[in-house]
C-alpha cells in the first residue's frame, strides 16, 4: 500500500483534492453536506454549495429565515462534509460559524444570476407552500417590481463563515483499509492524527 504524505496545513491538501475535484465532478464539486442542530438536540442535514474559502473559513449562503439559518443562529457549531464520489475521497468538517458582513453578503449577491436574485426575494425558504402557483406569482411580481433595475440584496438573505477546529481526510483505499488523518486547531496552530480505517 503506496505512503500517502499529508501537508503540514490542512489547507493546502483541501486546495489540492478540491482542484481535483473541480476537474473530475460531473456536478457540484463544491457540494456539501451541512449538519445543524435543532434548540431541542434534533440533528438535521441537507446540501449546500461552498461559495468560497476566505481567511481559512468555509463560506455558504442562505435565507436567515432558513431552518438552517435559526439552527446555526441558535447554536453555531456545524459540521461540514465534502464526497467526492469520482476521486474516492472525502473530507469531513467540524467548525463554527459565523455570519458574514454586510459587505461580503452584498458582494456576493451582485454576482449571482438575477433570477436566484429575485428567488431571493420570492421564496420564504422552509415556510409551508400551498401550492406552486403561489412561488410563481411571488417570483412574477417581484420580476415586475425590479424590472431592468439592480436587485438589492434582501435583508433577509446573508451567508455564513465556518471557522474549522477539525478536519478530516479520507481516501479510499483496497480492502476497506481506507486512510485517514485529523487536523485539530489548538492554539492556533494544526495538529495531525492518524485514525484506523
Known amino acids: 500500500m503506496p505512503k500517502i504524505h499529508y501537508p503540514e496545513n490542512p489547507f493546502d491538501l483541501f486546495n489540492e483534492w478540491f482542484h481535483e475535484a473541480a476537474s473530475q465532478e460531473i456536478n457540484d464539486p463544491n457540494a456539501m453536506s451541512l449538519a445543524t442542530v435543532s434548540s431541542t438536540g434534533i440533528p438535521s442535514v441537507r446540501m449546500v454549495l461552498l461559495k468560497g474559502l476566505t481567511d481559512d473559513q468555509f463560506v455558504f449562503y442562505t435565507n436567515l429565515k432558513s431552518r438552517k ?3 446555526i443562529l441558535e447554536n453555531p457549531n456545524v459540521g461540514l462534509c465534502f464526497h467526492w464520489k469520482s476521486l474516492h475521497k472525502q473530507v469531513r468538517i467540524e467548525g463554527i460559524c459565523e455570519q458574514v458582513s454586510v459587505e461580503e453578503a452584498d458582494a456576493y449577491f451582485s454576482t449571482r444570476p438575477v433570477g436566484s436574485q429575485i428567488g431571493a426575494w420570492a ?30 440584496r434582501p435583508i433577509h438573505w446573508s451567508g455564513f463563515k465556518v471557522k474549522p477546529l477539525l478536519i478530516e481526510f479520507w481516501q479510499e483505499q483496497p480492502f476497506r483499509l ?15 492524527k492518524r485514525l484506523y480505517p
Open 178 to 192: 481506507h486512510d485517514r488523518i485529523v487536523y485539530t486547531l489548538d492554539n492556533e496552530m494544526w495538529k495531525q
Open 123 to 152: 421564496s420564504q425558504q422552509s415556510e409551508l407552500l400551498e401550492n406552486r402557483a403561489i412561488l410563481e406569482e411571488s417570483l412574477a411580481k417581484y420580476a415586475l417590481e425590479f424590472g431592468d433595475n439592480p436587485v438589492p
Open 69 to 71: 439559518a435559526k439552527e
